[in-house]
């Protein structure tokens, strides 16, 4: 059964595990909110949404992840494709197009499709987010 980490880890939560979660917090928030709204700008939306954005996907992966120091966010690449998809398609599209993505990710991960990674050489995985900035 798939469990999110955040409920297997709460058993063993102390008050000084959550002061060293606040300040990594704070030290992520402080580069992330930031990048955040200059994605949101490079993608062609307003910076608002980039915040509400990153926000959003921040508590989603935190909730969700498989990892209890796991840290998510936008990478730079992904503007390029978000800016194609707003400027074709509008905001409209980029939702449709979000809860697609959303949608064949979860589909992937039930059929386990994670494991296939090891057939694709590590060049590939590595180079292609400087191929697509």
Do not use: C, H, W
Not at 23 to 44: D, H, Q, R, T
Not at 86 to 108: E, F, H, N, R
Request: cysteine-free; proline content about 5%; charged content about 10%.
């Amino acid at each position: 059964m798939l469990v999110p980490k955040l409920f297997t880890t709460l058993k063993f939560y102390n008050k000084e595990q959550f002061y060293k979660d606040i300040s990594a917090g704070i030290i992520v928030g402080i580069v992330a909110l930031p990048l955040a709204i200059a994605f949101g700008i490079a993608s062609g939306v307003s910076p608002e949404k980039g915040l509400f954005t990153a926000v959003i996907a921040g508590f989603i992966i935190s909730a969700l992840g498989g990892s209890r120091v796991q840290i998510g966010g936008p990478t730079g690449a992904f503007i390029v494709i978000v800016y194609g998809i707003v400027q074709t398609y509008g905001l409209d599209g980029l939702m449709i197009a979000t809860i697609l993505a959303g949608i064949i990710l979860i589909i992937m991960g039930l059929a386990k499709f994670g494991t296939l990674i090891k057939f694709i050489p590590l060049p590939l995985i590595t180079g292609l987010p400087q191929v697509l900035q």
